[in-house]
């Protein structure tokens, strides 16, 4: 089943709160059932999400019955639908301004450190959402202080730190800036980031969608050439007006003209001035039983490697 709806029926939401009940207590039910807006613009709200049949079949309940990875799919899903009619997890923020002053010196600087504490767990004392990213450095608890605390410094050390560029996109991050944008459906986004890989503009690296010097290739070509459709707004405009045909607002042959046309122009002087691209040659482990050398594998173009 595809959707990426998030309504659930009234008959599993009372399911899942009176578990909770029973389960963790009365703290980790809000008075009100949650209920949760759409995530992407014409989602299939024809559809309930993806949820288990009976919330009280828990995952280690039917484990002997599942494969590795069929229980741990069915435990993910069996924890993000009992966990979403949880109650919220509360934290205590901490923020202290401390003032530095210098007999000798007429500056005076104000540090600020800052910690978060769970005061109440709520749902995460089933899930926590994974992270694809590197986490930011962890923040220890502060003492207890109060204003007018005078404090001992210990010592100053100077650290020189550069500006990071955007982390790249994860699986999981490309898929949440589609959202977004509203670029795509659900039963898209696996096309799309398979596509890219199978092609080689980008190689996965520890999670992480690394281009490759095809990627910037082909990517350049295309913002040169068809600077009008390659772009976000393009993309989810042209999502629109498809939703639009569904419902019989537009006349598809008005849509499909006016985007066919522009492109066939665009098209053709790609063609005429686009030239064979060749990549740099890359340098395998191989020897070559002729000449004893190791073998190159070169691409041109879009080609799959030849050696």
């Known amino acids: 089943m595809r959707t990426d709806s998030t309504r659930i029926a009234h008959s599993a939401v009372i399911e899942a709160r009176e578990f909770i009940r ?11 059932a949650r209920s949760f807006a759409r995530r992407v613009k014409g989602a299939q709200e024809a559809h309930e999400a993806i949820r288990p049949t009976k919330i009280r079949r828990e995952p280690s309940l ?5 494969t590795t990875t069929q229980f741990k799919l069915y435990q993910l899903i069996w924890k993000r639908m009992v966990a979403s009619q949880m109650s919220a997890a509360l934290y205590d923020n901490t923020t202290v301004d401390i003032e530095a002053k210098y007999p ?3 500056v005076d600087y104000l540090l600020r450190a800052s910690s978060s504490e769970i005061r109440f767990p709520g749902f995460i004392t089933l899930y926590t959402e994974g992270k694809d990213e590197a986490d930011e450095e962890g923040k220890g608890s502060l003492p207890h202080l109060k204003k007018g605390d005078e404090l001992e410094l210990l010592g100053i050390f100077p650290e020189q730190r550069f500006t990071q560029p ?3 996109f994860t699986e999981a991050t ?4 589609l959202e ?8 898209t986004y696996a096309p799309i980031l398979s596509t890219i890989q199978e092609r080689e503009y980008v190689t996965r690296i520890k999670g992480i969608l690394q281009p490759t010097e095809l ?13 009008n459709i390659v772009n976000i707004e ?6 629109e007006e498809l939703d639009e045909i569904a419902n019989k607002h537009r006349d598809w042959v008005a849509v499909v003209q006016d985007f066919y046309t522009p492109f066939e122009k665009s098209l053709q002087n790609a063609s005429r001035l686009i030239d064979r691209i060749r990549l740099a040659d890359e340098l395998t482990e191989e020897t070559c039983p002729q000449c004893g050398k190791n073998i190159e594998i070169a691409v041109v173009g879009s080609q799959k490697p030849r050696r």
């Open 174 to 177: 490309l898929i949440k800036m």
């Open 166 to 168: 955007p982390p790249r």
């Open 215 to 227: 990627g910037f290739v082909v990517s350049d070509l295309l913002t040169k050439h068809f600077s």
């Open 234 to 239: 393009f993309t989810a405009q042209m999502e």
């Open 104 to 106: 000798d010196s007429k």
């Open 22 to 32: 029973d389960r963790y207590g009365s703290q980790f039910l809000p008075q009100h």
């Open 180 to 187: 977004q944008w509203g670029i795509g459906r659900p039963s």
């Open 62 to 66: 039917i484990k002997q019955y599942l």
